[in-house]
């Protein structure tokens, strides 16, 4: 694709304002105008006229929605973002001729701005900035790309984590005090100016943190400012009557001066923002044990919805006992922390007026010799970027179309995508017999009961606990027919991004890397001596569609003794 083309990409499916840079990453035209309004189509085919070979800009900030994470020491950086970004957020990521990464994430507000070095190794790009984006190049045959699959184009930006933003807010409030100290820092970081005494911090500290302190608590920021240290003094449980001393101290320090009257208001609105905090988690953590079935443990709670506070967590403690005060929880077994959710709901099955017969479907692999699949079951399919989960789908359509209605849902291919992966198969496009719909959200409201559903995927940028859920919707749609879902997993994971609650409804769950398969759960035996769970097998992927078997299933230790020194 063309550097014009890419543009107008960006342009318009993404709405990103868009500009011209050379190859030393300067822009070609006065790129402050497109911080306020979108480049036009007939400006971009203007300049890329002008310049073909130009690289690609977009403005960060509000103007594109994106806030972007430059990683220019990858291994530091991805140690000191570990506590900051937590590893369920799916983000596109944009890979740089340096060997740096861009972490893509979505801004909707005019407030965050660019600062360098507050997080070791990594800068952000926000309001007031810009990024080089794919497929631009440095002029030395390296170039920027997309990671796998993580584009924008495919995975929505996930909002910047509020450890992140709170870090961040946190790191300024304490480093704001170098202004009453007469010490004045250049764009770079350095220290120049007067009022240089024995014992300051010295530069080469704070370069390596922030080269914005100067740009705080001063005429146009000041009341944000201020609130996110009331904000963030009184979620680590700082006595009010010392938050007012401190919020003091920091108004007279503003350029200019915050009025002293005003301060009680900021706190009373920090205070409003922690209560109101308060009252939504207790709706996510009720949503979430609604959406559970069996038992869950505390600590489920904490991981699937990002809690890492201590005052988070003893919240959630309170909220679990007034959900058993109220009978919709009780606790489970001897274990501290232990729960299970009690189900007074209840549907007779009509066990002796119901079929005998299970749906004579066919899998890649052979996977119906070892697991029945009976009307109403769910089946997931949790797969790595670039495993092959499509083309498992698409193989179960070419390879059950003429037996069965089937419906396929997918969240990320258009009808040219589409056709292109069908006329990769062994047989003319005309012989495919399926209805395709673009989905991605809502399955249980467009699947047909009685009929085969696939669902490639079921896509979450974020709050993957929902998963569970949303499975659950799915299965009580379901009458005579199966659904079956693709969910993406982290490489190396048991699961899918979603954790235990996307493994309770399954009655068949798969697990794909690269040249592997796994049956992690099948609850209906084929084989009444052949246990299929934890067997696995080998495959290569042909041009995206064609599997080749290359073992037979085993466990997995068999598998690596069978196969010591080979493929497997």
Same mark, same amino acid.
């Given at each position: 694709?063309?550097?014009?083309?890419?543009?107008?990409?960006?342009?318009?499916?993404?709405?990103?304002?868009?500009?011209?840079?050379?190859?030393?990453?300067?822009?070609?035209?006065?790129?402050?105008?497109?911080?306020? *309004?979108?480049?036009? %189509?007939?400006?971009?085919?203007?300049?890329?006229?002008?310049?073909?070979?130009?690289?690609?800009?977009?403005?960060? @900030?509000?103007?594109?929605?994106? $806030?972007?994470?430059?990683?220019?020491? /990858?291994?530091?950086?991805?140690?000191?973002?570990?506590?900051?970004?937590?590893?369920?957020?799916?983000?596109?990521?944009?890979?740089?001729?340096?060997?740096? %990464?861009?972490?893509?994430?979505?801004?909707?507000?005019?407030?965050?701005?660019?600062?360098?070095?507050?997080?070791?190794?990594?800068?952000?790009? $926000?309001?007031?900035?810009?990024?080089?984006?794919?497929?631009?190049?440095?002029?030395?045959? &390296?170039?920027?790309?997309?990671?796998?699959?993580?584009?924008?184009?495919?995975?929505?930006?996930?909002?910047?984590?509020?450890?992140?933003?709170?870090?961040?807010?946190?790191?300024?409030?304490?480093?704001?005090?170098?202004?009453?100290?007469?010490?004045?820092?250049?764009?770079? @970081?350095?220290?120049?100016?007067?009022?240089?005494?024995?014992?300051? /911090?010295?530069?080469?500290?704070?370069?390596?943190?922030?080269?914005?302190?100067?740009?705080?608590?001063?005429?146009?920021?000041?009341?944000?400012?201020?609130?996110?240290?009331?904000?963030?003094?009184?979620?680590?449980?700082?006595?009010?009557?010392?938050?007012?001393?401190?919020?003091? &101290?920091?108004?007279?320090?503003?350029?200019?001066?915050?009025?002293?009257?005003?301060?009680?208001?900021?706190? !009373?609105?920090?205070?409003?923002?922690?209560?109101? *905090?308060?009252?939504?988690?207790?709706?996510?953590? %009720?949503?979430?044990?609604?959406?559970?079935?069996?038992?869950?443990?505390?600590?489920?709670?904490?991981?699937?919805?990002?809690?890492?506070?201590?005052?988070?967590?003893?919240?959630?403690?309170?909220?679990?006992?007034?959900?058993?005060?109220?009978?919709?929880?009780?606790?489970?077994?001897?274990?501290?922390?232990?729960?299970?959710?009690?189900?007074?709901?209840?549907?007779?099955?009509?066990?002796?007026?119901?079929?005998?017969?299970?749906?004579?479907?066919?899998?890649?692999?052979?996977?119906?010799?070892?697991?029945?699949?009976?009307?109403?079951?769910?089946?997931?399919?949790?797969?790595?970027?670039?495993?092959?989960?499509?083309?498992?789908?698409?193989?179960?359509?070419?390879?059950?179309?003429?037996?069965?209605?089937?419906?396929?849902?997918?969240? !990320?291919?258009?009808?040219?995508?589409?056709?292109?992966?069908?006329?990769?198969?062994?047989?003319?496009?005309?012989?495919?017999?399926?209805?395709?719909? !673009? *989905?991605?959200?809502?399955?249980?409201?467009?699947?047909?009961?009685?009929?085969?559903?696939?669902?490639?995927?079921?896509?979450?940028?974020?709050?993957?606990?929902?998963?569970?859920?949303?499975? &659950?919707?799915?299965?009580?749609?379901?009458?005579?027919?199966?659904?079956?879902?693709?969910?993406?997993?982290?490489?190396?994971?048991?699961?899918?991004?979603?954790?235990?609650?996307?493994?309770?409804?399954?009655?068949?769950?798969?697990?794909?890397?690269? @040249?592997?398969?796994?049956?992690?759960?099948?609850?209906?035996?084929?084989?009444?001596?052949?246990?299929?769970? @934890?067997?696995?097998?080998?495959?290569?992927?042909?041009?995206?569609?064609?599997?080749?078997?290359?073992?037979?299933?085993? &466990?997995?230790?068999?598998?690596?003794?069978?196969?010591?020194?080979?493929?497997?």
């Amino acid at each position: 694709m063309s550097m014009l083309k890419s543009a107008l990409k960006y342009r318009n499916l993404l709405h990103y304002s868009v500009f011209p840079v050379s190859q030393d990453k300067k822009a070609l035209v006065k790129w402050e105008t497109y911080q306020k *309004r979108l480049s036009t %189509e007939e400006e971009i085919k203007a300049w890329w006229t002008k310049w073909p070979q130009a690289n690609i800009g977009i403005a960060t @900030g509000l103007i594109s929605g994106i $806030a972007v994470i430059d990683l220019d020491d /990858v291994q530091i950086a991805k140690e000191a973002l570990q506590p900051l970004i937590p590893d369920s957020i799916v983000f596109p990521i944009a890979k740089t001729p340096s060997g740096g %990464e861009h972490w893509y994430f979505t801004c909707v507000t005019g407030s965050i701005k660019n600062n360098s070095r507050v997080v070791a190794g990594a800068d952000l790009r $926000a309001n007031g900035g810009y990024v080089v984006a794919p497929p631009s190049t440095d002029g030395n045959g &390296k170039g920027w790309r997309w990671q796998d699959n993580l584009r924008p184009d495919l995975i929505v930006p996930p909002y910047l984590p509020r450890e992140y933003l709170s870090f961040i807010a946190s790191f300024n409030a304490i480093y704001s005090n170098v202004n009453s100290n007469s010490i004045v820092y250049n764009t770079e @970081g350095e220290r120049g100016g007067v009022g240089e005494r024995e014992g300051d /911090v010295k530069s080469s500290q704070l370069s390596t943190m922030s080269t914005n302190v100067h740009k705080m608590f001063v005429e146009g920021r000041r009341d944000e400012d201020l609130f996110h240290v009331a904000n963030c003094l009184l979620k680590g449980r700082m006595p009010e009557h010392e938050v007012s001393q401190v919020l003091e &101290k920091l108004a007279l320090s503003c350029n200019p001066p915050f009025p002293l009257t005003e301060v009680p208001i900021k706190i !009373e609105s920090a205070k409003r923002r922690i209560l109101t *905090r308060e009252r939504n988690l207790a709706n996510e953590v %009720e949503e979430w044990v609604l959406s559970t079935n069996g038992h869950f443990l505390s600590t489920d709670v904490h991981k699937c919805l990002d809690l890492s506070t201590r005052q988070e967590r003893k919240n959630v403690s309170e909220i679990l006992r007034r959900l058993i005060k109220q009978g919709v929880i009780e606790k489970y077994g001897d274990k501290n922390g232990s729960f299970r959710v009690v189900d007074t709901e209840s549907q007779n099955i009509d066990w002796y007026n119901a079929s005998v017969n299970i749906i004579d479907i066919k899998y890649p692999f052979g996977i119906e010799q070892y697991v029945h699949t009976m009307p109403k079951n769910i089946i997931v399919c949790a797969g790595s970027p670039n495993a092959g989960k499509t083309a498992f789908m698409l193989n179960i359509i070419a390879m059950n179309m003429d037996k069965f209605k089937i419906n396929y849902f997918s969240s !990320e291919m258009g009808a040219m995508e589409l056709r292109s992966r069908l006329q990769k198969f062994d047989f003319p496009i005309s012989k495919w017999r399926f209805v395709a719909k !673009e *989905r991605s959200s809502n399955f249980a409201d467009v699947i047909k009961p009685e009929e085969i559903n696939i669902i490639d995927f079921m896509e979450l940028t974020e709050d993957f606990w929902k998963i569970g859920g949303m499975l &659950k919707a799915i299965h009580d749609k379901l009458t005579t027919g199966i659904a079956i879902i693709a969910l993406q997993k982290a490489p190396g994971a048991t699961m899918a991004r979603g954790g235990v609650g996307s493994l309770e409804k399954p009655r068949l769950y798969l697990t794909m890397e690269a @040249g592997r398969i796994k049956i992690e759960k099948g609850k209906n035996w084929a084989q009444e001596n052949v246990n299929p769970n @934890g067997l696995l097998c080998i495959f290569k992927l042909v041009q995206g569609c064609k599997f080749i078997q290359t073992t037979e299933w085993h &466990k997995e230790e068999e598998l690596k003794n069978n196969y010591k020194g080979g493929e497997a």
